[in-house]
């Protein structure tokens, strides 16, 4: 069974930092992963799509790793915002299935 | 493009009574569809998922049930509700893995 584990749980850091968010997944037999942001109250919105032949994508301030082998993804955010305060969830396709990590909530103070 | 709806945004229930959350999809064709809860201070669950009309996968034996009347409709239901099944539904859809999942604004249940 596919699990997923978001290190840290939580995180704090003043606006300007670069920061790394963790994500590991047990079985490497994945299709995709996929990272999401999820305000307070609200529905799930795509960040980055990795495929598994893939080992990074990049969009603005935000770069995501892929290494199938150890199963280990890293969200990078440079020079966080405190826009960019929110909750950061790693997911993994596995087979017709999403499976999800617990989360990262993140802090960025001004 | 493709549009994703859930309806309700918010709904309190009392003990006992029905449910119906609705989710539908536009812009696409043959989906898959799924059905998450969020309880409080938990992570994603995958309750329901589907594949085409009609055909359902359960992941979760619960109070709740799920069906496929049209292509891009996904309907959540339970006769009867508990206090546990509070939480946040999302609704969710792929129409190909290359293209992620896009998920709904969600519907925040509260069981009285």
């Known amino acids: 069974k596919q699990e997923v584990t978001q290190i840290p749980a939580a995180l704090s850091v003043p606006e300007g930092e670069n920061l790394v968010l963790n994500c590991s997944f047990t079985?490497?037999?994945?299709?995709?992963l996929q990272w999401f942001r999820q305000d307070p109250g609200k529905g799930l919105t795509s960040l980055l799509l990795i495929q598994s032949s893939q080992r990074e994508q990049t969009s603005g301030r935000l770069n995501a790793s892929l290494d199938k082998s150890s199963g280990r993804s890293t969200l990078y955010i440079a020079a966080s915002q405190p826009g960019d305060s929110a909750t950061y969830l790693c997911?993994?396709?596995?087979?017709?299935?999403?499976?999800f990590g617990a989360g990262t909530i993140l802090r960025v103070k001004s | 493009s493709q549009t994703i709806h859930q309806w309700p945004a918010t709904l309190v229930q009392p003990v006992g009574s029905p449910l119906s959350l609705e989710c539908t999809v536009e812009?696409?064709?043959?989906?898959?569809l799924y059905w998450y809860r969020q309880a409080a201070g938990r992570g994603l669950q995958l309750l329901f998922y589907s594949v085409g009309i009609g055909q359902i996968s359960s992941e979760v034996p619960q109070n709740l049930s799920a069906s496929r009347p049209q292509d891009r409709q996904f309907i959540l239901s339970s006769k009867k509700l508990l206090l546990s099944d509070s939480g946040f539904y999302l609704c969710a859809w792929v129409w190909s893995p290359n293209y992620g999942y896009t998920f709904g604004s969600g519907t925040r249940l509260t069981v009285v």
């Open positions: 812009g696409t064709s043959n989906p898959n």
């Open positions: 997911a993994v396709m596995d087979g017709n299935k999403l499976v």
């Open positions: 079985d490497s037999a994945i299709y995709n």
